[in-house]
């Protein structure tokens, strides 16, 4: 990402879709999806990082992953 437009659509994507990518951004060869969930009234984030060649193809896959961790979790009893 290397303009305010096109980190504005991203952010737009990623509060759409709930789940954000990093694709080799913060580490070369690591590939990363993550999730924002709220846990007792505190937000915190999820990331599955992975290595490049096993991540790519698999972002579908990981994205249904996290999200169904975030319902199981937002559905639990944290009292």
Excluded: H
Excluded at 25 to 50: D, K, Y
Aim: overall charge negative.
């Amino acid at each position: 990402i290397t303009s305010a437009a096109e980190l504005r659509r991203e952010l737009d994507l990623v509060r759409t879709t709930g789940v954000a990518y990093d694709y080799e951004e913060q580490n070369e060869g690591i590939c990363a999806a993550g999730i924002a969930v709220t846990v007792a009234g505190v937000q915190v984030a999820i990331s599955v990082p992975m290595p490049a060649q096993r991540f790519q193809g698999r972002e579908q896959e990981c994205a249904i992953a996290l999200l169904e961790l975030r319902d199981r979790i937002m559905a639990a009893d944290w009292s």
